[in-house]
Structure formats: structure tokens, C-alpha cells
């Protein structure tokens, strides 16, 4: 079974930079796209950012275009999310996850979860 391990958050002030990492165990990490959510209290889990295997293709949602940035170490089988310019609302629990389908990025659907890691951001 993948096991997925988060780590990386904190406490910062709005405008500040934090970076996640997320530590995928197994040799088979670089044949999967991944992917970042997140959850914030009171709300659904939202998607946040997905990377292709290879880590030739990203996608973003709206809202974080601009102020993240996921990358992929497959020698490492990590998966990083820097966050920059960070905001109030950006405050959740952030997950990492992994799609096991042979398709095209996506924003839902995944199938491994990591237990997540706290992003407060402070105004």
C-alpha cells in the first residue's frame, strides 16, 4: 500500500512563504499524478493544485494561480507545495493524494490520502 506523509506547515504572517512536502513511500511514485487539497473548518475539501507523473504538467486552482507552486522530486518521492504570498483565507488543513487512474489531471477522484498538516495564516 502508498503511504502518504505530509509535513511542512505552520504558523506564518499573510504575506509570508511556507513550503509542504509530501513523502510518498513504494518505487512506483513516479507513474502517478498527485495532487494537493486542502480543508478549512466549516468547508468541503477543495482542490488546490495536481502535477503529472513526469512533472511536465501542473494545473491550479483559481484561487492560489499565481501564489503556488507544485513540484515533484521522483528520486526523492516527494511532492512539494510552495506557497508564497499567503493570505487568511489560505488557513486549512492541507492534504497530498494520489491518483491510481491512467488519465489526464484531475481534480477529484483520488485515491490515497495523506493525513494532512496545518496551515494557519495569520492577518
Known amino acids: 500500500q502508498v503511504q502518504l506523509v505530509e509535513s511542512g506547515g505552520g504558523l506564518v504572517q499573510a504575506g509570508g512563504s511556507l513550503r509542504l512536502s509530501c513523502a510518498a513511500s513504494?518505487?512506483?511514485?513516479?507513474?502517478?499524478?498527485m495532487a494537493w487539497f486542502r480543508q478549512a473548518p466549516g468547508k468541503e475539501r477543495e482542490f488546490v493544485a495536481a502535477?503529472?507523473?513526469?512533472?511536465?504538467?501542473?494545473y491550479y486552482t483559481d484561487s492560489v494561480k499565481g501564489r503556488f507552486t507544485i513540484s515533484r522530486d521522483n528520486d526523492k518521492n516527494t511532492v512539494y507545495l510552495q506557497m508564497n504570498t499567503l493570505k487568511p483565507e489560505d488557513t486549512a488543513v492541507y492534504y497530498c493524494?494520489?491518483?491510481?487512474?491512467?488519465?489526464?489531471?484531475?481534480?477529484?477522484?483520488?485515491?490515497?490520502w495523506g493525513q494532512g498538516t496545518q496551515v494557519t495564516v495569520s492577518s
Open positions: 513504494g518505487r512506483t511514485f513516479s507513474t502517478y499524478n
Open positions: 502535477i503529472s507523473w513526469s512533472g511536465g504538467s501542473t
Open positions: 493524494a494520489l491518483d491510481l487512474g491512467r488519465r489526464p489531471l484531475a481534480t477529484m477522484g483520488y485515491d490515497y
